[in-house]
């Protein structure tokens, strides 16, 4: 499986961004999506998940009500719909497809990262 993320950029804080990641595989409904992210120096760290079904999402406390995640499995794509963004939320972003289990997500596929910057 090949993921292809993008829509990263530079976006003023307040501002919005949506990113999507792009999967190579005809069996993308197998999988949970995820987002997750990696500022300099710091350790890659979960933003968001969406099941395979689309059932259900969850969110990182940081990013609750601002961030939304979608999938739309006839494009075989996860989108990261980000407003309200903040200059914490620079980072790479990272699509993710694996499993969610209990509350982590363990990935078994990434993307390239997508680089958001929001100047304050």
């Known amino acids: 499986v090949q993921l292809q993320a993008s829509g990263g950029g530079l976006v003023q804080a307040g501002g919005s961004l949506r990113l999507s990641c792009a999967a190579s595989?005809?069996?993308?409904?197998?999988?949970?999506m995820g987002w997750f992210r990696q500022a300099p120096e710091k350790e890659r760290e979960f933003v968001t998940a969406?099941?395979?079904?689309?059932?259900?999402?969850y969110y990182a406390d940081s990013v609750k009500g601002r961030f939304t995640i979608s999938r739309d499995t006839a494009k075989n794509t996860v989108y990261l719909q980000m407003n309200s963004l903040k200059p914490e939320d620079t980072a790479d972003y990272y699509c993710?497809?694996?499993?969610?289990?209990?509350?982590?997500?363990?990935?078994?596929?990434w993307g390239q990262g997508t680089q958001v910057t929001v100047s304050s």
């Open positions: 595989t005809t069996t993308f409904y197998n999988y949970d």
């Open positions: 969406v099941a395979r079904s689309g059932r259900w999402t």
């Open positions: 993710a497809a694996g499993t969610e289990m209990s509350g982590s997500f363990d990935s078994k596929y």
